[in-house]
């Protein structure tokens, strides 16, 4: 009945003014999201573009060309022989592989710690862990370098990798997720004889594996895009990660102003994470909504 | 203690130690390090106790730089790329064909390398005397003189850096708006288009309200990531930040620990702390604020 109605009241109204402003309305709307995607795009084409110009031809164009009909590939040989390129790229991979690794442990062990154990103090401590979450970054990076500095760690993978590990917030995370596991697959895993680890092994992860995928994506993110610490304890390349190393072409470069290397390179680093993204789209989207923190 | 309440502190173990070492411990030293006046690096020593620090820190004026640069930052960013995510989830709502794909499209940036996308905004808005780059070439058409972004007048660097900062952080409010959007409940939208509301009126009356707690969220985590601003500027305009006149309150207090100005542990320490303050003091007013204007439970 209601919808009958509705439905008659439209067809009265939909006039044809009404129906004029609504192709305008829809017009607009679709200019206006089509607009940003072209600015969210546009500096990825103009990376690949430039990528593919060669020097000479860059350094003409007095006005940029927005194409180019003569693509080479020598700026990505350029940006793998004159700069150590593959090197900062295995860096990046070792430190993220390893520190979302042991983030991966001591996170689980945690999470399982808060959800499932009863202990003395458990309240007290989950208390403080919280409000551990509000420390910036930035206040504690100070003594951390003078810790490092101090044990002489600077320029090799511990002092990188060590200060890197914790995310309280993903420890929140799974623990939230783990404490939707039914109660009954524990005291039946314990009736069973089952220890606590072997439990968490072969039950809790396994059943809250889109919740760890989630926190491993967005930490392998986090360590792909760090810059900050990596800046700070590491002076020698050979230990450069990707960020400080695209740093070091700007500024030191190609020996002379190579942009379209330069752009191979930009190129190079960023597409590992666009395909990661398009991989796990949904895993990322849903874990960045519910605890991103860029931005 | 027994060995079951054993148990679960020996599960907390890594976690207490990683966050001990790196986090608490850290937390406590710094500001320490903020009040020890006169502090030797090398020898690890230090002649007093006191203010020393931050009236130092408060009295330079790469200090007082970073400090306006920030403040511009916070104030042009956080509204302005709030509202442009509010309008393009909006439309994104009411738009169906092609939605996943733009929503995808749009949240491209935040799995970008912050430093690697900078240099391609730096080329696209850089002048040089060999090109003019492709910004100045859309400004031509409209006659507009060629301006040099990067290394121009104050003006023109602190608008790239404005537009770099909003193009990083929308993904995130665009994101977080959209699902906020998708969940107010269709019923009201319903009862509205039965009274025969204006799409206006529905949005001021309904939409806005329903997702004021998300918007308030987005709004403080975005002057609390504003205020952090370090590593867009030095995608743009290289680590020599204080030259460039570019420089953050983060910038300046990493440039105070290393680099070719560092070496002041205690400098750093006490901008540090200055920034926190200034964080938690806009985080509490953002939130009393918004407590009172709030139709909506958060």
């Given at each position: 009945?209601?919808?009958?109605?509705?439905?008659?009241?439209?067809f009265?109204?939909?006039?044809?003014?009404?129906?004029?402003?609504?192709i305008i309305?829809?017009?607009?709307?679709?200019?206006?999201?089509?607009?940003?995607?072209?600015?969210?795009?546009?500096?990825?084409?103009?990376?690949?573009?430039?990528?593919?110009?060669?020097?000479?031809a860059?350094?003409?164009?007095?006005i940029p060309?927005?194409?180019?009909?003569?693509p080479?590939?020598?700026?990505?040989?350029?940006?793998?022989?004159?700069?150590?390129?593959?090197?900062y790229?295995i860096?990046?991979?070792?430190?993220?592989v390893v520190t979302?690794?042991?983030?991966l442990?001591?996170?689980v062990?945690?999470?399982f710690a808060?959800a499932?154990?009863?202990?003395?103090?458990?309240?007290?401590?989950?208390?403080?862990?919280l409000?551990?979450?509000?420390?910036?970054n930035?206040?504690?990076?100070?003594?951390?370098?003078?810790?490092i500095?101090?044990l002489?760690?600077?320029n090799?993978f511990?002092?990188?990798i060590l200060p890197?590990?914790?995310?309280?917030?993903?420890?929140?995370?799974?623990?939230?997720n783990?404490?939707?596991?039914p109660?009954?697959?524990?005291?039946?895993?314990?009736?069973?004889?089952?220890?606590?680890?072997?439990?968490?092994?072969?039950?809790?992860?396994?059943?809250?594996?889109?919740t760890?995928?989630?926190i491993?994506?967005?930490k392998a993110?986090e360590?792909?895009?760090?810059y900050?610490?990596?800046?700070?304890?590491?002076?020698?390349?050979?230990?450069f990660?990707?960020?400080n190393?695209?740093?070091?072409?700007?500024?030191?470069g190609?020996?002379?102003?190579?942009?379209?290397?330069m752009?191979a390179?930009?190129?190079?680093i960023s597409?590992?994470?666009?395909?990661?993204?398009?991989?796990?789209?949904?895993a990322?989207?849903?874990?960045?909504?519910?605890g991103g923190?860029?931005g | 203690?027994?060995k079951?309440?054993?148990k679960?502190?020996?599960?907390?173990?890594p976690?207490i130690?990683?966050?001990?070492?790196?986090?608490?411990?850290?937390?406590?030293?710094?500001?320490?390090?903020?009040?020890e006046?006169g502090?030797?690096?090398?020898?690890?020593?230090?002649y007093?106790?006191?203010?020393?620090?931050?009236?130092?820190v408060?009295?330079?004026p790469?200090?007082?730089?970073?400090l306006?640069?920030?403040?511009?930052?916070?104030?042009?960013?956080?509204?302005l790329?709030?509202?442009?995510?509010?309008?393009?989830?909006?439309?994104?709502?009411?738009?169906r064909?092609l939605?996943?794909?733009?929503?995808?499209?749009?949240?491209?940036p935040?799995?970008?390398?912050?430093?690697?996308?900078?240099?391609?905004?730096?080329?696209l808005?850089?002048k040089?005397?060999?090109?003019?780059?492709?910004?100045?070439?859309?400004?031509?058409?409209i006659?507009?003189?060629?301006?040099?972004?990067?290394?121009?007048?104050?003006?023109?660097?602190m608008?790239?850096?404005?537009?770099?900062?909003?193009?990083?952080?929308?993904?995130?409010k665009?994101?977080?708006?959209?699902?906020?959007?998708?969940?107010?409940?269709?019923?009201?939208?319903n009862?509205?288009?039965?009274?025969?509301?204006?799409?206006?009126?529905?949005?001021?009356?309904i939409?806005?309200?329903m997702?004021?707690?998300?918007?308030?969220?987005?709004?403080?985590?975005?002057?609390?990531?504003?205020?952090?601003?370090y590593?867009?500027a030095?995608?743009l305009f290289g680590t020599?930040l204080?030259t460039?006149?570019?420089?953050?309150?983060?910038?300046?207090?990493?440039?105070?620990?290393?680099g070719s100005s560092?070496?002041?542990?205690?400098?750093?320490?006490?901008a540090?702390?200055?920034?926190?303050?200034?964080?938690?003091?806009?985080t509490?007013?953002?939130?009393?604020?918004?407590?009172?204007?709030?139709?909506?439970?958060v």
């Amino acid at each position: 009945m209601v919808f009958d109605m509705e439905k008659q009241i439209d067809f009265e109204k939909i006039g044809r003014s009404d129906r004029v402003r609504r192709i305008i309305l829809k017009t607009v709307v679709c200019a206006g999201l089509t607009f940003w995607a072209l600015v969210v795009l546009f500096p990825f084409y103009w990376m690949v573009l430039t990528s593919v110009k060669s020097y000479s031809a860059y350094n003409s164009e007095y006005i940029p060309k927005l194409f180019t009909l003569s693509p080479t590939l020598q700026n990505y040989r350029e940006a793998f022989t004159a700069v150590p390129l593959a090197g900062y790229f295995i860096n990046t991979v070792i430190f993220a592989v390893v520190t979302v690794a042991l983030m991966l442990v001591v996170t689980v062990l945690a999470a399982f710690a808060f959800a499932r154990l009863n202990f003395p103090g458990k309240h007290l401590a989950f208390t403080l862990f919280l409000s551990l979450m509000m420390i910036p970054n930035e206040l504690v990076v100070i003594t951390n370098y003078v810790t490092i500095t101090n044990l002489g760690l600077r320029n090799t993978f511990t002092g990188l990798i060590l200060p890197s590990v914790t995310s309280v917030f993903y420890i929140y995370l799974l623990k939230e997720n783990f404490e939707q596991v039914p109660d009954q697959l524990y005291y039946a895993a314990k009736v069973d004889g089952t220890s606590d680890l072997k439990y968490l092994r072969k039950v809790l992860v396994p059943v809250c594996k889109p919740t760890i995928v989630t926190i491993t994506i967005l930490k392998a993110v986090e360590c792909w895009n760090s810059y900050v610490w990596p800046r700070l304890v590491t002076d020698d390349e050979a230990y450069f990660l990707v960020s400080n190393g695209i740093q070091e072409i700007r500024e030191n470069g190609f020996g002379r102003e190579n942009i379209p290397a330069m752009m191979a390179a930009v190129v190079v680093i960023s597409v590992p994470l666009i395909v990661l993204f398009v991989l796990f789209r949904g895993a990322i989207m849903a874990g960045v909504s519910r605890g991103g923190t860029k931005g | 203690m027994d060995k079951k309440g054993m148990k679960g502190w020996l599960y907390l173990l890594p976690a207490i130690l990683f966050l001990g070492f790196f986090l608490v411990y850290p937390l406590i030293d710094v500001l320490i390090y903020s009040f020890e006046e006169g502090y030797n690096f090398a020898s690890q020593t230090y002649y007093g106790v006191g203010l020393y620090n931050y009236s130092y820190v408060l009295h330079d004026p790469y200090f007082l730089q970073a400090l306006r640069n920030t403040f511009i930052l916070v104030v042009v960013t956080v509204p302005l790329s709030t509202a442009l995510a509010l309008l393009i989830s909006a439309g994104l709502s009411s738009f169906r064909p092609l939605r996943s794909l733009y929503q995808t499209v749009y949240f491209l940036p935040y799995v970008t390398n912050t430093l690697a996308v900078g240099l391609v905004f730096m080329i696209l808005f850089r002048k040089t005397p060999y090109t003019d780059g492709f910004v100045n070439r859309i400004l031509g058409w409209i006659g507009a003189g060629p301006i040099d972004f990067i290394d121009g007048s104050y003006p023109a660097k602190m608008f790239v850096l404005c537009l770099y900062t909003i193009w990083v952080v929308m993904p995130f409010k665009i994101l977080v708006l959209t699902s906020a959007l998708a969940s107010v409940n269709q019923e009201y939208y319903n009862a509205a288009k039965v009274d025969g509301t204006s799409r206006f009126r529905i949005f001021a009356r309904i939409t806005l309200p329903m997702i004021s707690p998300t918007l308030v969220y987005l709004i403080i985590t975005g002057f609390i990531g504003a205020f952090k601003a370090y590593s867009d500027a030095v995608a743009l305009f290289g680590t020599n930040l204080n030259t460039a006149e570019m420089n953050t309150i983060v910038g300046y207090v990493y440039d105070m620990l290393y680099g070719s100005s560092g070496g002041y542990p205690s400098y750093a320490s006490a901008a540090a702390i200055l920034l926190f303050v200034i964080v938690l003091t806009i985080t509490c007013v953002n939130l009393m604020v918004s407590r009172k204007h709030l139709h909506y439970g958060v």
